[in-house]
């Protein structure tokens, strides 16, 4: 399998670049990509350089996120004088926003993890999410953006904290055909509550490898598949007598249930 190194060049944490390099990544899996060395808060020419000479050295692809053009510059220079392939992940976007709208970048970098409200937002969301995770307090669903409802492994927590990540306050409840849904669930507003379902062939195989990672060699009925779908009938039951939207998670990421949720309650 060929190998090939990828330098990874920021004036931030690098974030945004992982993400791209991540998707991008993707569409070779026959290539041996997973050499990708990250550069963070490179902010003067000096270190910019030293790490360019070294990407030349090594004959590693570079991917830069630079917001100071003098930076973008340099590894422009550097570029063309050395035969260095680079990608420039931001400065083109930039130039047609600037463009179009006549302004210019404030060319900060770090512009969008800087301490303003909506991060302060963010971790209140969080913070929120941790505390009425799992049915914990029935009182956070009055008080949440979103509240999730759905059997065991539906991904209930890891979706409440991807959208506290975003702002949301998510509040989520385990559902049970045995045990009663908390009173304050039916005074929220139904727009506000989104049923997760699966199939049933899913959640036995999530539930069983749940099992063997807890050590238990034998099937329970958590596992079962006829059990299973007792619990999702009655979980469907429940959704209808709310009248709540629902979306099915199996062979969807975290990030497009996400996308589906809130396209939900901005209806």
């Known amino acids: 399998m060929q190998n090939i190194k990828i330098y990874l060049i920021t004036d931030s944490v690098g974030e945004t670049a992982k993400k791209i390099i991540s998707a991008v990544v993707a569409q070779f899996p026959t290539v041996d990509l997973s050499d990708v060395q990250l550069y963070p808060f490179t902010n003067d020419k000096a270190s910019l350089l030293e790490i360019l000479n070294d990407a030349k050295k090594e004959n590693a692809l570079v991917a830069i996120t630079l ?100 702002g949301y306050k998510v509040a989520n409840l385990p559902i049970i055909p045995e045990v009663e849904v908390a009173k304050e669930l039916y005074k929220v507003d139904p727009r506000k509550i989104i049923g997760l379902t699966s199939t049933s062939e899913s959640l036995s195989n999530i539930r069983s490898y749940r099992e063997q990672t807890l050590g238990l060699k034998t099937k329970s009925m958590y596992s079962d598949e006829k059990r299973i779908l007792e619990e999702l009938a009655y979980a469907d039951t429940l959704f209808e007598q709310l009248g709540i939207e629902t979306i099915d998670v199996s062979k969807r990421s975290i990030e497009e249930s996400s996308m589906l949720i809130e396209n939900l309650i901005q209806k």
């Not at 510059?73 to 680079?86: E, G, I, P």
């Not at 009425?132 to 927590?157: C, E, H, M, Q, W």
Request: hydrophobic fraction near 40%; glycine fraction near 4%; proline fraction near 4%.
């Open 67 to 166: 917001v100071d053009k003098s930076l973008v510059a340099c590894v422009k220079k550097f570029s063309d004088t050395h035969d260095l392939a680079y990608v420039d992940f931001m400065s083109p976007l930039m130039h047609l926003i600037e463009e179009r709208s006549g302004e210019q970048p404030t060319q900060e970098s770090g512009s969008v993890h800087r301490l303003n409200q909506a991060y302060f937002n963010r971790v209140a969301a969080i913070e929120f999410a941790v505390k009425y995770d799992d049915g914990k307090d029935p009182k956070g669903f009055l008080n949440a953006d979103i509240v999730l409802l759905g059997v065991s492994r539906t991904s209930k927590t890891p979706l409440s904290m991807y959208l506290a990540n975003k």
